[in-house]
């Protein structure tokens, strides 16, 4: 198959496959009461989508999952699986984080309330993912200890620090992604722009792995957009967040450049940005800075309606993804 043909195939197999898993799956969820608690510390129009099923992300990680799966045999027959060596540990990396997700979510559900995993917990099991993925991406030879520093041009050898620096990309970016699944489609949406760079960087670099990334991404929330654009009938949880989180950060690892995640990725990275400070100005001043973290919940208390949130920041990352471009 022509590269071409191997990424449109694998995106709308993936997107055809999450949505006849969605029309099977949410019901399922609905009648076993997987629904979503919402805090009371949240704004208080989200009450009215207590109940809608979560773990929805299930779906397309599905999807996902068995629509690469094809495509590892095929290769694997033509003694050409090497090739998707990145892809695979992008995958892993991904699906462990999903799994960790998953844990969560089922969690809030014994316990009726939006609380599942302790925060040490989490991170503990999300820093075990991220060790495991560099270390078998360096063993693999897919990665080293030089930083590329977008724009400049240049490398920096930064020998045992890399590995931190790796450690903290991954599990920092994985959350964000997390905090940014708050709004319906939101961080779908995101994921679905940053998925479109990825497809045009992989045509221009004939990079197979990269080009399967993108196509997970593309149909797999494409396919679920379809469920969780306002309003939503399905939201992803943790399972789908986690598991998004790590293809985005994971994709950034494959083009040798990780840094460059935090230009196509910003939006993520505010997210983050605002729970810290939101955090952290309270603590030392007592005063908040927002009217609401993540900060997406800040623009829904100043009258902005979630699709024009969704919007808003899908077209900021579009804007992002034009300036990575330049970095790469």
């Not at 629904?35 to 208080?44: A, N």
């Not at 992300?57 to 068995?66: D, E, Q």
Request: net charge positive.
């Amino acid at each position: 198959m022509s590269f071409a043909i191997n990424i449109a195939l694998s995106a709308l197999a993936v997107f055809i496959l999450t949505v006849l898993l969605c029309a099977k799956i949410i019901p399922v969820l609905k009648s076993h009461k997987v629904g979503q608690k919402i805090l009371d510390i949240g704004p208080r129009w989200h009450k009215s989508k207590e109940g809608t099923p979560t773990m929805g992300g299930i779906c397309f990680i599905m999807a996902i999952l068995i629509v690469m799966a094809g495509f590892f045999v095929y290769y694997g027959v033509k003694g050409q699986a090497n090739r998707l060596i990145p892809l695979a540990l992008t995958l892993g990396l991904a699906t462990f984080n999903g799994m960790i997700g998953f844990i969560d979510d089922f969690a809030k559900l014994v316990k009726k309330q939006n609380e599942g995993l302790l925060a040490w917990q989490k991170f503990s099991l999300q820093l075990l993912a991220a060790i495991a993925y560099v270390v078998v991406m360096k063993l693999t030879g897919h990665i080293d200890t030089s930083l590329y520093i977008p724009y400049f041009g240049i490398e920096l050898e930064l020998g045992f620090f890399y590995y931190l620096f790796a450690l903290f990309i991954v599990t920092g970016m994985v959350n964000s992604v997390n905090l940014t699944d708050g709004i319906d489609g939101l961080a779908s949406s995101i994921t679905l722009v940053i998925g479109m760079l990825l497809c045009v960087l992989s045509f221009t670099r004939k990079d197979l792995p990269l080009g399967l990334v993108s196509s997970c991404l593309m149909g797999g929330t494409l396919g679920f957009l379809m469920y969780n654009f306002y309003p939503a009938r399905t939201f992803m949880g943790d399972t789908g967040s986690l598991f998004l989180g790590g293809m985005v950060v994971g994709s950034a690892f494959m083009l040798n450049n990780p840094l460059i995640v935090l230009v196509f990725g910003l939006v993520f990275v505010l997210e983050t940005l605002s729970v810290i400070l939101q955090v952290a100005s309270f603590k030392l001043t007592g005063k908040r800075i927002f009217k609401m973290s993540p900060i997406h919940h800040h623009f829904e208390k100043c009258g902005w309606s979630e699709v024009k949130i969704v919007s808003v920041f899908s077209f900021v990352t579009l804007i992002c993804c034009v300036l990575a471009w330049f970095g790469i």
